[in-house]
């Protein structure tokens, strides 16, 4: 259905951050995919880092890696998560990347005999980057995220872009302010501060067409006139973005209010029969599954939630492809460290355990008691990146008999690297985009549970590929003790030199390299995933059977 000219849907957050823009760009993708268009999104960030690569997750949530290697927002998971699309580096543009381009530019005569200003270098720069996403992509349409909210100065030099854009795009370009409508108490709504940031939004020359209202209570009658008069928008184009069990439900919710129907019309396109049948039914599995597991996560970075969105969403796919709902518990297992805690006691209760990544020594060594822990029990274990190197120093340690082993990032003077810095990284001294980043291909050993995982979830094997973001690998020096002790190395990248994966004989315990995590998809989960989930099931009917029998 590819257009010669792309269409463009601007998404502005207004009165406050944290409405959920992604999530409301993402479902507008994933309504127009349902409806035969093809979108891309981009998000653009006013902060003047060039990425996110050297945000502290606490402070930022999680960095999210993209195949070519970009570090970006976590918003782009969810964009792939909902649009089932890998996207690359032109669909993430921030304030630091802008400056550097135009900069780099100057300097090589770019603007010569020009002062170079906001508007409008800096501004066609911006149209001139957002065009060539859609001619890119050769998208139907162009999904822009401003991050932050309207009548912030970092993204105001954005906005104005944006402004003239539309009036060169015409009728191919419209506005979505996202606003939320506060309950002074129960069935007490109130639109004046909508109002208001509408009000901002005009003044910058720009007249939304639709408006996204989240709030606790859905609008009334009352609520969705005053905005449609005085925000000077059809009473069909108020929408109510409620507050809902799973965010996958959002396209759903929507379309139930025709939203495909007003946001086409206003382009002048006619709704397509729509097909979100798949979609509602992986909706419907998690809402209402027929099973349910208990899983640990030992994470640093714990006490922020969206520390491991991806993490945690990728569990959510896996389980809906088992029927089952997955509880969550953040375990801080550095309690483990001081001896008076013992690991049955933190960790008994759950059916798997995952350790996810992380940066540095702190909680390490509770980590791998815990890890330990689910070896001995046979727990199933998964372990992402930093949990796959600490399985192998847990092996190492008390397996293969490699006493002290450890990562070179935790101990530089272990007598055991068995995780230690690749030779050509020990050159970089500069610490942005220099880890190792984006897609690498991993050849997977027939036989074992990662080959078993990615075959039944039917990825062609055994070549498989998943994205990294680290620095330290398994030192090939120790592997042949390692696998005389009977750890098995189940992945290799494809020319032999780096360990990909690893796993235990027994039990359900595998470790890769990279984060799987970061390809899962509501429609396409990501196969350790829904093995480990499959894993946790299994043990949990046996301990069942186990306890009937004791009973
Ligand atoms: N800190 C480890 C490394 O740099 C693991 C990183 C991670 O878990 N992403 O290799």
Redesign the pocket.
């Known amino acids: 259905m590819a257009e010669k000219s792309p269409r463009y849907i601007v998404v502005l957050g207004s009165l406050m951050s944290g409405l959920g823009k992604g999530i409301v760009t993402s479902s507008i993708g994933r309504i127009l995919q349902s409806k035969g268009y093809s979108a891309s999104p981009i998000k653009f960030d006013g902060y003047l880092n060039v990425d996110c690569g050297t945000m502290n997750p606490l402070r930022h949530g999680e960095v999210f890696v993209l195949d070519d290697g970009t570090e970006c927002d976590m918003d782009f998971g969810t964009y792939e998560r909902f649009m089932s699309k890998p996207l690359t580096k032109i669909n993430s543009i921030t304030g630091g990347k802008l400056f550097q381009r135009i900069i780099q530019k100057e300097r090589a005569g770019g603007y010569l005999g020009r002062d170079v200003q906001i508007v409008p270098h800096v501004t066609d720069e911006i149209k001139s980057w957002i065009r060539l996403v859609g001619t890119e992509t050769k998208s139907d349409f162009v999904l822009i995220e401003v991050g932050g909210t309207v009548g912030d100065l970092e993204n105001s030099y954005f906005i104005e872009a944006m402004r003239q854009m539309a009036r060169e795009e015409g009728d191919k370009m419209l506005f979505i302010q996202l606003t939320y409508v506060t309950a002074l108490s129960p069935g007490e709504l109130k639109t004046k501060p909508t109002q208001h940031a509408n009000r901002l939004i005009t003044s910058m020359g720009i007249q939304p067409k639709i408006i996204m209202c989240r709030g606790d209570e859905s609008l009334d009658k009352d609520a969705r006139e005053k905005i449609s008069l005085f925000c000077n928008v059809s009473l069909e184009d108020v929408f109510d973005d409620p507050k809902l069990e799973t965010i996958y439900e959002l396209p759903i919710v929507l379309e139930k209010q025709k939203f495909s129907e007003r946001l086409l019309g206003h382009f002048g396109l006619k709704p397509e029969p729509e097909d979100l049948k798949g979609w509602s039914a992986l909706v419907s599995r998690i809402k209402d599954p027929k099973n349910e597991i208990k899983v640990a996560i030992s994470g640093k970075y714990t006490a922020v939630k969206d520390a491991y969105v991806s993490v945690k969403e990728a569990l959510v796919h896996a389980a809906a492809a088992n029927n089952t709902r997955v509880h969550i518990d953040w375990v801080d297992t550095e309690k483990l460290e001081k001896d008076d805690i013992k690991p049955s006691e933190l960790l008994g209760q759950y059916d798997g355990i995952i350790v996810p990544?992380?940066?540095g020594n702190r909680g390490v060594e509770g980590k791998i008691k815990a890890i330990r822990y689910c070896r001995e029990k046979e727990v199933p274990y998964l372990g992402?990146?930093?949990g796959m190197?600490l399985m192998t120093v847990e092996y190492a340690r008390n397996v293969a008999k490699m006493e002290n082993a450890n990562s070179t990032?935790m101990d530089d003077k272990t007598p055991f690297p068995v995780i230690h810095i690749m030779p050509e990284q020990l050159k970089v001294r500069e610490k942005g985009a220099t880890?190792r980043l984006g897609a690498w291909e991993c050849v997977l050993k027939k036989g074992t549970k990662a080959f078993e995982a990615y075959e039944s979830e039917k990825f062609s094997t055994p070549k498989i590929s998943e994205r990294h973001?680290?620095?330290?690998e398994v030192n090939n020096e120790l592997v042949g003790k390692l696998e005389e002790a009977g750890f098995i190395f189940s992945g290799r990248s494809p020319d032999g030199q780096i360990v990909e994966m690893a796993e235990w004989q027994s039990g359900w315990g595998v470790g890769t390299q990279a984060?799987p995590e970061l390809k899962s998809r509501l429609e396409t989960p990501a196969p350790l995933f829904v093995g480990f989930v499959k894993a946790c099931l299994k043990r949990q009917k046996e301990k069942e059977k186990n306890e009937g029998k004791k009973e």
């Open positions: 990544g992380g940066f992402l990146c930093l190197q990032e880890m973001r680290h620095r330290y984060h």
